[in-house]
């Protein structure tokens, strides 16, 4: 026992359990650098919307809850950032994480949000293991994950990461 590295049991049960989610039929994890995964969601105004049919454009997710209050202070900012890039290839989303049509309507109004908003059905969620809001997505033209940020972000800091993105 005396060469035994702390920790270790720690990280294998960590593996272990990375291994198991990611068997056949498992949700597809993100992760930077690799290509976003696909999801189809009810979305607000409607009826659906995917990430597939966003492909070309430079995509910006938003994954919030009304509930929030960072996410709620965030809003007119990441709106602000929509209605200045769109006509350079930026669509953002917004994801209603553990609400309803109802709740994530209500925020989008709220708000005056000027992009499409699409309610969560857990998917999301676990593609991106949200275990704290909000998150912030950002995702190429290309498909691919470009950088994933857990938590508030300064409205400068998330108009610097689309600049990146629209590079």
Known sequence: ?????PGLGVLALCILGACARGGAGSTQIAAVGQPAP???EPSLPGPTLSLTSLRGKAVYLN????WCDPCNEEAPAISALQ????????????????????KAGEFRQKHGLIYPVV????????????NGL??????????????????????????HSVERLLQ
């Open 83 to 102: 209605r200045d890039y769109a006509a350079k290839g930026l669509q953002v989303v917004g994801v209603d994480i553990l609400e309803n049509a109802h």
């Open 134 to 159: 909000p998150v912030h997505v950002f995702i190429g033209r290309d498909g691919i994950v470009k950088r994933i940020v857990v938590g508030e972000m300064s409205p400068l800091e998330m108009r």
């Open 63 to 66: 994954l919030f809850a009304s």
């Open 38 to 40: 696909p999801w189809t």
């Open 119 to 130: 309610v969560d059905s857990g998917t999301v969620r676990d593609q991106y293991r949200v």
């Open 1 to 5: 026992m005396a060469n035994r590295v």
